[in-house]
Each structure stands twice: as C-alpha cells, then as structure tokens.
C-alpha cells in the first residue's frame, strides 16, 4: 500500500497527468484506502 501511495505522489507531480487508473488485482477492496492515503480524494469537480 505504501509504494502505491508513493507512485500515485510521484505521479500527482508530473507535469501533463491529470489522473491515475488504480487497479489491485485481488485486492480490490484496498483501492479505497489507497486513494485516500495518496491523497486523491474527494475527486475534483471539472469544469
């Protein structure tokens, strides 16, 4: 769960990602956690 949160960040940083596709084969119900450790929730409101 931590490198995943670590990728997210790194990603979150690159310049033209707007986004990240989370896939936890078998883990699925880890996903949640991840994205609120990595800080990619509440998703952002587009205009």
Known sequence: IKFACEQVEEFKEMK???GVHMMAIEWEHMVPEIAER???LPRPVMD
């Open 38 to 40: 990595a800080k990619v």
């Open 16 to 18: 033209g990602v707007h």
